[in-house]
């Protein structure tokens, strides 16, 4: 595998359903992020974590719940959604240092909340 | 408010002319810009960074910046079809680790 890779790419979830969307980078970076992407809108930061550390959450509501175990896995567990959840879910990360703050993507999950 | 703003479009090209996309940006102390390209259905391609003031050139594209002015553009010489695609902006203004992104301007290349 190469690059950053994310499961499932496409997931249907009723309203009361738990599920985990998974993210793996292969590229050695020691930061990753989540996005969430819908029609029309900017991408909205939803969390960040550096060497595995939480440091940013936007105000993401509660039912969304991060979970990065190393520097190359970050998940993202969802529970009691809503339709409006309904969005592509973009993971990325990056490398601290002379790049700036080049972010890579992985093809990200198309959520559908019924 | 930090914003990075961008002309929604649909912006149309014909084929083999340039195309020009432009974005502006709201802090004065921004570091660093970046130029995503995202084809319909997909996540977001990064195909151009800049730091510095002036011209920087990769390929077909070209990524200008003026900071005095708070703008960057994007040029892409002798656009192709394949180069249809949703243009993002982001702006990374601070010390900590967001990226701020404009909405995306959409570049149609008629043949």
């Known amino acids: 595998e190469t690059g950053v890779t994310q499961t499932p790419r496409h997931l249907v979830m009723g309203m009361t359903n738990k599920k985990s969307l998974k993210c793996e980078q292969h590229l050695g970076h020691n930061a990753m992020y989540w996005y969430k992407q819908s029609a029309k809108k900017p991408l909205e930061l939803m969390f960040v974590y550096n060497f595995k550390e939480q440091t940013e959450n936007n105000s993401v509501p509660s039912r969304f719940s991060p979970e990065c175990p190393n520097s190359s896995h970050l998940f993202l567990h969802l529970h009691t959604l809503q339709p409006e959840d309904s969005a592509l879910y973009l993971c990325?990360?990056?490398?601290?240092?002379?790049?700036?703050?080049?972010?890579?993507f992985g093809p990200g999950t198309r959520l559908t909340v019924t | 408010q930090k914003e990075v703003e961008q002309n929604s479009g649909p912006l149309s090209v014909p084929e083999g002319a340039i195309a020009s996309l432009n974005c502006t940006y709201s802090d004065r102390v921004s570091q660093s810009f970046f130029w995503y390209r995202q084809y319909s259905g997909k996540s977001p391609e990064l195909i151009m960074s800049?730091?510095s003031n002036g011209d920087k050139e990769d390929g077909r594209f070209t990524a200008q910046l003026n900071k005095a002015s708070q703008y960057v553009s994007l040029l892409i010489r002798d656009s192709q079809p394949s180069d249809s695609a949703t243009y993002l902006c982001?702006?990374?203004?601070?010390?900590?680790?967001?990226?701020?992104w404009g909405a995306g301007t959409k570049l149609i290349i008629k043949p």
């Open positions: 982001a702006v990374h203004m601070d010390s900590n680790y967001q990226l701020i």
């Open positions: 990325a990360s990056s490398q601290e240092g002379t790049s700036g703050l080049e972010q890579y």
């Open positions: 800049i730091y």
